[in-house]
């Protein structure tokens, strides 16, 4: 037990870590992140990247499902799951006329689990909840009044962190409940500089946004092949404080114009989300699973410079492969995963929804020829909006490498 | 046990630090794809109030010129400059057997001339009846010496302030005797003692002049009084020189320039005193300048403030005052100067400050893209003095002024148009910025 200590305290202090890197290291390069609070991350623990951003369903004890708290409620004994995400996001970015590449990427998330008793498990994971990291550069806008016009760069930077506890239990043979407490925080950067003339303004703004949010969630064998998944996370505001400076350099005499700290902004209203999805076992060592996702950003009436927010559905498959888990041969444990997916997007930008599809692959390597640790990697290649007008076609290549190592302590050395 | 989990942690916080992703893309990706979160005004509408006030005086000792001369200007009348100044020597010792030939006023010219140098002035060599010492150390272009009525020598002359080097005035050799006799005699030994028998010159125009006004130098090596004198030697005498200069030391002023127009009968007859605005809208739609009387272009913004009516917050990010002489009053007898200065005056119009533009005193420029079209408009960037304006809570009834350069030592003149001028309204022209809706 006292290793155990030892380590929720290495735990604790690595959290505190991950909050300040995720606070200046950028996880995404997405011109689409300047709108609302960030674009949803690519980051995830776990096997779901590599199926195709799905998996309500999927529930295992050797492995930690984050979508569905319920998948917390799997039967086991003495697990404990300690799961770290590196994420790196290759983009390019292609408009009508231009085209360019774009890199970002950070240690993402960090996670652990352990089983209370055998039919519970509750857990603790902190991970990137949207992702803010643009910069446009060259705006023009017209200077009312006149025939002229300004010229801006616009930079953003920041995150919102999940920082999430969740409790999952067997109910009945088939029945799994699960509960997740989530509590979203982080800062969005932005900083505008214009240029118009000889004369400049600078406004830095940095939001600070928090708020709450509940997950419920359910998964039930309907038979041994076939298991529905069931989860919503509530609708929440976040309350956002903002502190703004503003200079200018008027004449070339540069001056601050204002530096106000605590300017109440609007809440953020994050809407109902719907998740369901099927995991299908036709064979002992398939998987499949079919998902569907709705978030009513609709209700919210929300719209943010240029778009406005639209209910966004995201249909997602995918599939996990190995050759036999207790066979004798390495190469017969490693897990193939491949996946693919449709998000219609949240926002609409000229009647245009900024729509995804994306295709994923993964593997799964064991640690140990026994060792239920994985490490995890998967490529997902996205695309992202389009071309369109003044819109901006985003393909986006992320590689998700993640960690999970399992039960590493509580194993007894066989030979002392 | 820990140990996997420590070295992970090691591995992990590498790995983050490593990946410092702090170099900012700066491709132009999205430049149509989003708005400014700022919106930018440009507005000139707000009420801009001309008017000509005149300074009671203005100091002009401690100058470097001798401005002299007097023309018949179109508004101003008979404008007129007189000089009154000091000679000393640098030392009063002369051989004995010294003899003098001549003697001489020789004044330098600066290059500065206004109106019409093609005409013959007039230039009076007066005695100063009294000294040039007066309480306080300053004289003011009103301030006057009593002088000889008669003019101890006199000279016709066309002027050439470009092409000649200065303007040779012989004197009387009586004078110069006298004086010469006293310093071979050790009666003259110091400034004081000179003083005693000649108190300075004063040069004067004739009184029906209408030439040029011209500047001289007050340098003591290039305007003197020179004394040509002559020591005779066996073979061949050796000429020497001495010279009376105007020597200023420490505060006392040795040299000023009485400077006046006259302006009875015209609209600016009515600006007896310092506080009276004359408004362009009473004077024909114009705003007058004149350098050396004291004539000067009072500007104030009563409508500024209603800035604030735009919702939101915001700040200005240029203020561009546009003004413009009438083509007509300008050629290049009179012309006019490249650039103005621009100083805060408060409701007394007294001087509070000039106005600075990023460290450099501001000028109003003639803006060149216009001047193409043979229409001169000066345009004076105001910015931090409207940014002061409009972050003064208590209304302070200030204005700022404008003049050319050399206000105290020429008599430059310009002529502006009013806010109401049918030809050009004077206006303001405002950038404003609303960062938050």
Same mark, same amino acid.
């Given at each position: ?63 930690i499902n984050n979508y569905n708290p319920a998948s917390y409620g799997t039967n086991t004994t003495n697990s404990f ?336 | ?221 290039? =305007?003197?009084?020179? !004394? %040509?004198?002559?020591? $005779? ?5 050796? /000429? *020497? ?110 001087? =509070?400050?000039?106005? !600075? %533009?990023?460290?450099? $005193? ?5 803006? /060149? *893209?216009?001047?193409?079209?043979n229409e001169l408009i000066y345009q004076i960037p105001i910015g931090v003095y409207v940014d002061r304006e409009l ?47």
């Amino acid at each position: 037990m006292m290793s155990n200590k030892l380590s929720v305290l290495s735990l604790v202090l690595f959290l505190t870590c991950t909050y300040i890197f995720s606070q200046t290291n950028r996880l995404t390069g997405s011109p689409y992140s300047l709108f609302g609070l960030g674009v949803g991350t690519n980051s995830n623990m776990g096997k779901n990247n590599a199926l195709g951003k799905g998996g309500y369903a999927l529930y295992n004890p050797d492995f930690i499902n984050n979508y569905n708290p319920a998948s917390y409620g799997t039967n086991t004994t003495n697990s404990f799951i300690l799961d770290t995400g590196f994420l790196v996001e290759v983009s390019s970015l292609e408009n009508t006329n231009t085209q360019e590449n774009r890199i970002a990427g950070n240690f993402s998330s960090l996670g652990f689990s352990s089983n209370i008793d055998d039919k519970s498990t509750f857990g603790i994971s902190i991970t990137p909840f949207t992702d803010v990291g643009y910069s446009l550069i060259g705006i023009q806008t017209n200077i009312e009044g006149s025939f002229d016009q300004f010229n801006s760069n616009i930079f953003g930077s920041g995150a919102l962190n999940d920082l999430r506890f969740t409790y999952g239990r067997t109910f009945f043979k088939n029945l799994r409940l699960g509960a997740n407490f989530s509590y979203l925080f982080g800062t969005i950067d932005e900083t505008e500089i214009i240029q118009t003339g000889i004369s400049g303004l600078t406004v830095e703004e940095s939001s600070n946004y928090r708020g709450v949010r509940l997950g419920v969630g359910l998964q039930y064998d309907i038979g041994s092949f076939l298991t529905y998944g069931f989860v919503t996370n509530l609708p929440t505001s976040l309350s956002g404080l903002q502190d703004r400076e503003v200079e200018k350099s008027l004449e070339l005499t540069p001056s601050l114009v204002e530096s106000e700290s605590e300017i109440e902004l609007e809440s953020f209203k994050i809407p109902l989300e719907i998740n369901n999805g099927i995991r299908i076992n036709p064979w002992k060592n398939l998987f499949i699973n079919l998902d569907h996702s709705i978030t009513f950003w609709d209700s919210t009436a929300q719209s943010d410079n240029v778009g406005e927010f639209v209910d966004q559905n995201v249909y997602s498959i995918g599939a996990e492969y190995f050759f036999d888990k207790n066979g004798f041969k390495y190469w017969e444990k490693i897990e193939f995963r491949a996946g693919m997916f449709h998000d219609t997007g949240y926002l609409r930008i000229n009647n245009e929804n900024i729509s995804s599809t994306g295709f994923s692959a993964g593997i799964g390597l064991p640690l140990g020829i026994r060792s239920k640790s994985f490490l995890n990697i998967s490529v997902t290649n996205n695309s992202r909006g389009s071309t369109n007008g003044i819109l901006v076609d985003e393909r986006i290549n992320t590689i998700n490498i993640n960690v999970s190592l399992k039960d590493f302590w509580f194993i007894k050395r066989k030979i002392d | 046990m820990g140990r996997p989990l420590c070295i992970l942690l090691l591995f992990a916080t590498i790995v983050a630090c490593s990946f410092d992703s702090t170099d900012i893309p700066t491709l132009e990706v999205g430049q149509d794809f989003a708005d400014s979160n700022v919106r930018v005004f440009s507005i000139d509408t707000f009420t801009v109030e001309v008017s000509t006030f005149k300074f009671d005086s203005l100091i002009t000792s401690g100058t470097n010129r001798i401005l002299f001369g007097q023309y018949e200007d179109e508004f101003f009348g008979r404008v007129k400059s007189s000089s009154f100044f000091e000679l000393s020597a640098e030392s009063y010792s002369i051989e004995d057997d010294a003899e003098l030939d001549s003697v001489a006023l020789i004044l330098a010219y600066d290059k500065y001339h206004y109106s019409d140098t093609t005409k013959v002035l007039h230039v009076n060599v007066h005695v100063l009846e009294d000294e040039v010492r007066i309480k306080d150390d300053i004289f003011y272009n009103t301030s006057e010496i009593p002088f000889e009525s008669i003019p101890m020598a006199s000279k016709s002359f066309f002027p050439e302030p470009l092409d000649e080097d200065s303007l040779h005035i012989s004197l009387p050799l009586e004078f110069g005797q006298n004086i010469f006799d006293l310093i071979l005699d050790n009666d003259i030994n110091n400034d004081e003692e000179l003083r005693e028998v000649f108190k300075g010159f004063s040069i004067q125009p004739d009184e029906n002049d209408d030439a040029s006004v011209l500047g001289f130098s007050t340098s003591v090596d290039r =305007t003197y009084v020179r !004394f %040509f004198y002559r020591i $005779p030697e066996e073979f061949d005498d050796t /000429e *020497e020189t001495l010279d009376l200069s105007i020597r200023e030391f420490a505060q006392e002023p040795k040299i000023f320039n009485n400077i006046q127009s006259n302006v009875s009968g015209t609209v600016l007859d009515t600006l007896t005193d310092r506080e009276i605005n004359l408004l362009s809208t009473d004077s024909d739609n114009r705003s007058f300048i004149q350098s050396g009387s004291g004539y000067a272009t009072r500007i104030q913004l009563p409508t500024i403030k209603s800035i604030f009516d735009i919702p939101g917050t915001g700040t200005i990010l240029s203020a561009i005052l546009e003004i413009k002489p009438p083509p007509n009053t300008y050629n290049d007898l009179v012309p006019i100067r490249d650039s103005l200065n621009i100083n805060i005056i408060d409701q007394n119009n007294t001087i =509070t400050e000039q106005l !600075f %533009f990023g460290g450099q $005193p501001v000028y109003g420029i003639i803006d /060149e *893209e216009k001047e193409e079209f043979n229409e001169l408009i000066y345009q004076i960037p105001i910015g931090v003095y409207v940014d002061r304006e409009l972050n003064e809570t208590t209304i302070i009834d200030d204005a700022f002024i404008i003049f050319p350069s050399e206000f105290n030592s020429s008599v430059d003149r310009i002529i502006l148009e009013g806010e109401e001028s049918l030809d050009f309204s004077t206006r303001l022209i405002l950038t404003y910025a609303v960062y938050d809706e």
